[in-house]
């Protein structure tokens, strides 16, 4: 065989080739699309914090606002929009002016919020962190003691916990071994030792 011979190509060789180029083309366009930022929401906003769940997303801007969008189911995501689906960010309202600094969405259709005073705010369905709770289409108090104060809050699909301003860690939800020998759910936060 001579310098301009070829070898002949095999059918499973041109397959492994058409499907490497059909991948890395399929990944070229995934890449622009991912790579391609889409504004949340067409509000002059600069915000300052974002969590996503499973199921939705919600951001708090600058000024304290909360907005929440995704799957609406029973109106967990704590907006006046009542659709299933909330394709747009839709505010969330606190009681008495009050402003969020941070929020949480959890696995399931729970949201959290810690105000800038540092009172954490729970809603959605089982708001509470677990499954005897009710749901709530609006965001409600967690029962922490009065002068527990909240820096940083992570929600769960059945579990939330918070760490206090005094560096104490506070927890409730579902079927827990709070370090207590309790292994009961509870709606009211505990003191993790």
Same mark, same amino acid.
């Given at each position: 065989?001579?310098?301009?011979?070829?070898?002949?190509?095999?059918?499973? #060789?041109?397959?492994?080739?058409?499907?490497?180029?059909?991948?890395?083309?399929?990944?070229?366009?995934?890449?622009? $699309?991912?790579?391609?930022? #889409?504004?949340?929401?067409?509000?002059?906003?600069?915000? $300052?914090?974002? #969590?996503?769940?499973?199921?939705?997303?919600?951001?708090?801007?600058?000024?304290?606002?909360?907005?929440?969008?995704?799957?609406?189911? =029973?109106?967990?995501?704590?907006?006046?929009?009542? #659709? !299933?689906?909330?394709?747009?960010?839709?505010?969330?309202?606190?009681?008495?002016?009050?402003?969020?600094?941070? $929020?949480?969405?959890?696995?399931?259709?729970?949201?959290?919020?810690?105000?800038t005073t540092g009172t954490a705010y729970c &809603?959605?369905?089982?708001?509470?962190?677990?499954?005897?709770?009710?749901?709530?289409?609006?965001?409600?108090?967690? !029962?922490?003691?009065?002068? $527990?104060?909240?820096?940083?809050?992570?929600?769960?699909?059945?579990?939330?916990?918070?760490?206090?301003? =005094?560096?104490?860690? &506070?927890?409730?939800?579902?079927?827990?071994?709070?370090?207590?020998?309790?292994?009961?759910?509870?709606?009211?936060? !505990?003191?993790?030792?």
């Amino acid at each position: 065989m001579g310098p301009t011979s070829h070898r002949p190509v095999r059918p499973a #060789s041109r397959f492994r080739r058409a499907l490497s180029a059909g991948l890395a083309a399929t990944a070229s366009a995934v890449i622009v $699309v991912a790579s391609t930022p #889409s504004p949340a929401s067409a509000d002059p906003f600069t915000y $300052v914090d974002v #969590s996503t769940g499973y199921h939705a997303a919600c951001a708090v801007s600058d000024d304290g606002s909360a907005v929440c969008w995704g799957w609406n189911r =029973q109106r967990a995501l704590g907006t006046a929009d009542t #659709s !299933e689906k909330v394709m747009t960010p839709s505010r969330v309202s606190l009681p008495g002016g009050q402003r969020f600094a941070s $929020v949480s969405v959890g696995d399931g259709a729970t949201v959290c919020g810690i105000t800038t005073t540092g009172t954490a705010y729970c &809603w959605g369905e089982h708001h509470l962190g677990n499954y005897f709770s009710p749901t709530s289409t609006v965001p409600v108090p967690v !029962e922490l003691p009065a002068s $527990v104060r909240v820096r940083s809050l992570a929600n769960g699909g059945s579990i939330a916990c918070a760490v206090s301003t =005094q560096d104490e860690l &506070w927890c409730w939800g579902d079927v827990l071994d709070f370090g207590n020998g309790s292994t009961e759910a509870t709606r009211t936060p !505990e003191r993790v030792p």
